[in-house]
């Protein structure tokens, strides 16, 4: 398969349960990495068949941002902790982590969930700090796996708009893979897959 999309673009992939979706974004984000072809970030060639051409560890904490079902955040960890981790891994100072961090909280609604930890948000709280996170690094290219899954069709509805603003505002590539059909008038462009072929993008009309 051929896939591009580009900086300030949000695509939605579609399928069914088994077609290939989560694995073909888990060889996009470099988790699981394909035994073949080529894989180009940002304009950077990052794998060439089976070999990789950067240090694949350190280009994900650089490069990507991830969402998935579960906002899988650290439980002891408030909303601000979780988002300002993800930059200290990175080597950013603490205190510049954490005044980025709660531009990010407040950039995405929840500023006023800061100091909560992750029981005490609700789960579309808890999606929307993951997104802040996944933004903490500036990423070239944000996947998100199922991300609404576990949210009612209001929730699931302002996530999915969250990644339109993020990619047109912030000028990320995002790609999301979901089953959700009701939302799907906030994105760019569609692929669906089945059997592992991914056809062709249809483009919003």
């Known amino acids: 398969m051929s896939l591009a999309v580009a900086r300030g673009e949000v695509v939605a992939l579609l399928g069914p349960s088994g077609a290939g979706k989560s694995t073909l974004l888990t060889a996009i984000g470099l988790i699981n990495p394909p035994t073949s072809g080529r894989i180009v970030i940002g304009g950077q060639p990052v794998l060439e068949a089976d070999r990789a051409l950067v240090d694949l560890r350190a280009f994900r904490r650089q490069?990507?941002?991830?969402i998935f079902q579960k906002?899988?955040?650290?439980p002891f960890l408030n909303a601000v902790e979780n988002v300002q981790v993800a930059m200290e891994i990175n080597d950013m100072p603490p205190r510049a982590a954490r005044r980025r961090a709660l531009e990010l909280l407040d950039y995405l609604g929840v500023a006023d969930r800061a100091k909560n930890l992750p029981d005490a948000l609700s789960g579309g709280q808890q999606q929307r700090v993951a997104v802040a996170r996944a933004l903490a690094n500036q990423p070239s290219l944000i996947l998100?796996?199922?991300p609404t899954a576990a949210l009612d069709s209001q929730r699931g509805r302002q996530v999915?708009?969250?990644?339109?603003?993020?990619a047109h505002e912030r000028g990320s590539a995002v790609m999301v893979v979901t089953h959700d059909h009701r939302s799907l008038d906030v994105f760019d462009r569609t692929y669906e897959m089945e059997d592992g072929v991914l056809k062709n993008g249809a483009n919003k009309t």
């Open 63 to 66: 490069h990507l941002g991830f």
């Open 144 to 146: 998100a796996d199922e």
């Open 160 to 166: 999915m708009e969250l990644f339109r603003k993020v």
């Open 71 to 74: 906002a899988n955040l650290i």
